[in-house]
């Protein structure tokens, strides 16, 4: 039998004489942020695929993967009614997106909203056409933000509308 005494006494010592240095276990806040973000832009992103391939979007030049991690997505029905709307939303406005799924983005206007921008989103989406505006909306608290959209009507691949969506960021 072979004696692994003196091998096991080295290590010992080799690692006892290590100065090593730990990694507060707070860290792991950040690491696991980090991680639930990752994830939640790949489970936007595919959500986002489904939906264009179940609806047969033409193609378009957005780059979806970066827009998920830097912007709040929303996708809307022909009908205005949101249909998807990006984990990051909640830190923008403090909406989950089961909360405003079937609803009118107007859910986010108020009083302090200008009439004469929310017009001229109106008439674009009317002549669907793309917009970008900037707009005073409100936080699911009740307190008004500043948002800069981009909006963009989606086709299919017959030339007729889809979808129409947005993408926005706190101004």
């Not at 639930?36 to 595919?46: A, E, G, I, R, T």
């Not at 799924?101 to 017009?119: C, N, V």
């Not at 959209?149 to 101004?171: C, M, V």
Request: glycine letters at 4%; a positive charge; charged letters at 25%.
């Amino acid at each position: 039998m072979i004696n692994f005494k003196e091998y096991e006494d080295a290590i010992a010592m080799y690692h006892s004489a290590l100065n090593i240095k730990t990694v507060p276990v707070c860290s792991w806040d950040f690491h696991n942020e980090f991680l639930s973000s990752v994830k939640n832009v790949f489970l936007d992103l595919n959500k986002l695929n489904s939906i264009a391939l179940q609806n047969k979007w033409s193609k378009n030049d957005w780059d979806l993967n970066s827009s998920l991690k830097e912007e709040v997505v929303i996708v809307t029905d022909v009908k205005l009614n949101i249909i998807f709307a990006s984990h990051n939303m909640k830190k923008m406005n403090g909406y989950a997106e089961s909360e405003v799924l079937g609803k009118s983005p107007k859910i986010f206007q108020g009083k302090a909203t200008s009439k004469s921008t929310s017009s001229e989103i109106r008439t674009a989406i009317v002549e669907q056409k793309p917009f970008e505006k900037t707009v005073l909306n409100y936080k699911k608290n009740g307190a008004i933000y500043v948002c800069f959209i981009k909006g963009f009507p989606i086709f299919n691949n017959k030339g007729l509308l889809s979808h129409y969506i947005a993408f926005e960021k706190a101004a």
